[in-house]
T-cell receptor
Framework: KQEVTQIPAALSVPEGENLVLNCSFTDSAIYNLQWFRQDPGKGLTSLLLIQSSQREQTSGRLNASLDKSSGRSTLYIAASQPGDSATYLC??????????FGAGTRLTVKP | NAGVTQTPKFRVLKTGQSMTLLCAQDMNHEYMYWYRQDPGMGLRLIHY???????AKGEVPDGYNVSRLKKQNFLLGLESAAPSQTSVYFC???????????FGPGTRLTVL
């Protein structure tokens, strides 16, 4: 059974800092990995999708990497802003419809 | 495009009552999913559909039923609600299995 772990559970940084969020998974046989953002009381917003054949994806200040062999993905946020405060979730798709989510990292960016 | 919408946003039920949650998407996606989100546990897949007229069980299907009579709609039913079904329910859709999933805003359900 695929297990997805996100460490740390919570992170607080000052504005302007670069930061890395971690996601690890136990089964490397995956289709893809997706990073989401969730604001309090809201749904999930897709940030980046990395297919199993890819090593990284970039969107604006966000960069996600994937190392299947070690079962790890990182989400790099450059020059963090207070508006980046949210919970960040990673989800790993193992096969047709087995998608496993981590519990998330709650990020606070202080002005 | 409205994306993925969910109805209702909030609901309180008494134990044993039934209800149906509606999910609609206007992106012509084949795949649709129902998840529940509980504190500290991440999202877990309840049921999913790979196309109109199809449904399949996910990780935690017990106590729920689903129907996909139209491609754009995916219904989640609770026949006899239990307090353990208190949760936030999210619907999602994707064009195909390898594509990103888009989520609705969620339905917060409390069962007393």
């Amino acid at each position: 059974k695929q297990e997805v772990t996100q460490i740390p559970a919570a992170l607080s940084v000052p504005e302007g800092e670069n930061l890395v969020l971690n996601c690890s998974f136990t089964d490397s046989a995956i289709y893809n990995l997706q990073w989401f953002r969730q604001d309090p009381g809201k749904g999930l917003t897709s940030l980046l999708l990395i297919q199993s054949s890819q090593r990284e994806q970039t969107s604006g200040r966000l960069n996600a990497s994937l190392d299947k062999s070690s079962g790890r993905s990182t989400l790099y946020i450059a020059a963090s802003q207070p508006g980046d405060s949210a919970t960040y979730l990673c989800a790993v798709r193992k096969n047709n419809n087995d998608m496993r989510f981590g519990a998330g990292t709650r990020l606070t960016v202080k002005p | 495009n409205a994306g993925v919408t969910q109805t209702p946003k909030f609901r309180v039920l008494k134990t044993g009552q039934s209800m149906t949650l509606l999910c609609a998407q206007d992106m012509n996606h084949e795949y649709m999913y129902w998840y529940r989100q509980d504190p500290g546990m991440g999202l877990r897949l309840i049921h999913y559909s790979v196309g109109e007229g199809t449904t399949a069980k996910g990780e935690v299907p017990d106590g729920y039923n689903v129907s996909r009579l139209k491609k754009q709609n995916f219904l989640l039913g609770l026949e006899s609600a239990a307090p353990s079904q208190t949760s936030v329910y999210f619907c999602a859709s994707s064009f195909w299995t390898n594509n990103e999933q888009f989520f609705g805003p969620g339905t917060r359900l409390t069962v007393l």
